[in-house]
């Protein structure tokens, strides 16, 4: 079975540039890839031939060779080994790569714009219920006046140094080389009449406004991207992205962890010992909380589904809440005599067993002396 003309199969025409090329290659490969027709032999085959076709016609080397002996160029060995299939790992790469401007070979200069990053601060109620910011960034942006062609009248010429093949050879000694076009970038084509806005580029410096909206939950690290909000490409090429990272301020009360909170509640010495309702905050508003008798500083209340509701799973964290018992201060004569006389009534042995924690320290240090002097 003779193999068909790869101009055909392309759908291109011989004088065809290296970018008509891409685009042709890029619209078949999309319609007849293996993942689009699952079991579909007969996509699978006309994949591989167009693949076939353009590895051949996007090389200058083998273009040359192939217009001038067809297939036979690439038979019996004449050309050095013709175009061969490689595994599908390699083809999807081919695709992804080559068309839109990865690390595979024969891509030549930026296939987007550049992405750019935007650091967006926000307070602990922001971060957590969520909010709208408008932000300003300043990046290049597609010229308006052009719609981002960078041509005037939107008319391409074939670059008259590589005759729109986007690459050119020269001589170096007995070696012959080649290189992407100098004069158009390697795309085979320039711009007839630049655009006078942009000098031809596509694009300008501008400072672009944007309304971001930041979902309810998220947390210092957490990221945000908006697609195609990036620098714009070259000469109509697609933009970049713009990735705005979360940075939370620290709160004057609550420390946050995860999805988790943490605050410090300072009572006083006669609530601790008799107990007491007091009033606590909470992002929701404040709550009462029943503070026992006889406890401890230090003690942690736990507040179930008080904390944040996480931006991922959406399930809710605890408060935690950190008692501290205050030492009172700018006593009073009235309020320093009760003290004085309420401290008379812990002398003797009796008062050990109203201070449990300092009885256990003072165990302790007996041990400690004992041990060091025995």
């Keep these: 079975m003779s193999k068909r003309d790869y101009y055909e199969i392309l759908g291109v025409a011989r004088d065809a540039t290296e970018e008509d090329l891409k685009k042709a290659y890029r619209r078949s490969a999309m319609k007849h890839h293996p993942d689009r027709n699952p079991g579909d032999k007969a ?71 550049a992405d750019i990053g935007y650091v967006m601060e926000l307070g602990l109620e922001e971060a957590v219920r969520g909010v709208e910011k408008q932000i300003e960034i300043p990046t290049l942006d597609e010229c308006e006046t052009c719609d981002g062609s960078g041509s005037q009248d939107g008319k391409l010429e074939t670059c008259s140094t590589c005759q729109g093949r986007g690459q050119v050879r020269f001589q170096r000694g007995i070696f012959s080389m080649q290189q992407g076009c100098p004069h158009c970038g390697g795309r085979g084509r320039i711009i007839a009449n630049p655009c006078g806005d942009c000098d031809g580029q596509g694009r300008v410096e501008r400072t672009k406004t944007l309304q971001v909206k930041v979902p309810a939950g998220v947390d210092s690290g957490d990221r945000i991207r908006l697609s195609g909000e990036g620098e714009a490409g070259p000469a109509g090429t697609p933009p970049g992205d713009l990735y705005v990272d979360i940075r939370v301020r620290d709160h004057e009360i609550f420390q946050r962890d995860g999805d988790d909170l943490h605050c410090e509640v300072p009572i006083r010495i006669s609530q601790a010992a008799l107990g007491d309702s007091i009033r606590v905050p909470t992002l929701e508003g404040e709550i009462e909380l029943r503070i026992p008798a006889e406890t401890q500083s230090g003690k942690t209340f736990r507040l179930r589904g008080k904390g944040v509701r996480s931006v991922r799973s959406r399930s809710t964290g605890d408060l935690f809440c950190r008692v501290a018992v205050e030492t009172p201060v700018n006593l009073t004569s009235e309020q320093r005599e009760l003290l004085e006389k309420f401290e008379a009534t812990f002398s003797g042995d009796g008062a050990r067993r109203h201070s449990p924690k300092s009885s256990t320290f003072l165990d302790g240090v007996r041990v400690f002396w004992d041990r060091m002097t025995g």
């Design 43 to 113: 996509s699978e085959e006309s994949f591989k031939e167009c693949k076939e076709a353009y590895e051949t016609l996007s090389d200058t080397n083998k273009r040359r060779m192939y217009d001038a002996h067809g297939h036979a160029a690439f038979e019996h060995g004449m050309g050095g080994g013709g175009p061969g299939f490689a595994d599908m790992g390699d083809i999807f790469g081919d695709i992804f790569g080559n068309i839109f401007g990865g690390a595979g070979g024969g891509s030549r200069g930026p296939r987007r714009g």
